[in-house]
């Protein structure tokens, strides 16, 4: 059983450098999101895709972009990284059968640009 | 704006019970979700409220007043393991998902 898994794990990144954090789900599901946590603060999204094919922009989308070019994969990437995108990343997705649809969310990743 | 508050920490003994509160000002309302997030890893899913009144699952029970945009989550019997941030979500009129910055519980014996 594998579910979402992310990668990798946790990463330490120069400022200006480009980053792609990997998801993967095996469940199927049609809808995938990319969230950031930050201390003190809730999850914010960052980007969704509610098939493959589509994405849309979240709450904090600057800096950010993704893909979707199949239903298992939803790559988020860092053009040039700064400092304030330190975070925890998780991605997570839902059947999107239906709008409200619970998430599963992956491991996270830990990302720290200095 | 959007905003859901939680209280940042409470503490409980082990086999008691405890409350957590969420109120929420959202642009509409599709539903209110609670997770358990244990410390380094993922939210886990717990329960969803869209109607009115208690849902009990197990330990655990969710109570919504949409008029109030108010909810809480209730765990019963509490045990260690329940030591974990609880987080708070709202469906809004988009269907997006607007998070509380979650309660973290201690649990003590």
């Known amino acids: 059983i594998a579910g979402i898994t992310q990668a990798p794990t946790s990463q330490i990144l120069a400022a200006g450098r480009r980053m792609t954090l990997r998801c993967t789900q095996d469940?199927?599901?049609?809808?995938m999101y990319w969230y950031r946590q930050d201390l003190g603060l809730g999850l914010r999204l960052i980007h969704y895709?509610?098939?493959?094919?589509?994405?849309g922009k979240g709450e904090v989308p600057d800096g950010y972009s993704v893909s979707r070019a199949n239903t298992d994969d939803f790559p988020l990437t860092l053009a040039s990284a700064v400092p304030s995108q330190t975070s925890v990343y998780f991605c997570?997705?839902?059947?999107?059968?239906?709008?409200?649809?619970?998430?599963?969310f992956g491991p996270g990743t830990r990302l720290t640009v200095l | 704006g959007q905003n859901i508050d939680q209280p940042t920490e409470m503490t409980a003994t082990e086999g008691a019970i405890v409350q957590i509160n969420c109120t929420y000002q959202t642009s509409g309302f599709n539903g209110l979700f609670w997770y358990q997030q244990h410390a380094g890893e993922a939210p886990t899913f717990l329960s969803y409220n869209v109607l009115d009144g208690l849902e009990e699952k197990g330990r655990f029970s969710s109570f919504l007043s949409r008029s109030k945009g108010y909810s809480y989550l209730l765990l019963k019997e509490l045990q260690m393991k329940d030591s974990a941030s609880y987080l708070c979500?709202?469906?809004?009129?988009?269907?997006?998902?607007?998070w509380g910055a979650g309660t973290k519980l201690i649990i003590k014996p």
């Open positions: 979500a709202v469906l809004d009129s988009n269907y997006q998902l607007i």
């Open positions: 469940m199927r599901h049609n809808a």
């Open positions: 895709s509610n098939t493959a094919g589509t994405t």
């Open positions: 997570a997705s839902s059947d999107g059968e239906e709008s409200t649809d619970t998430q599963y």
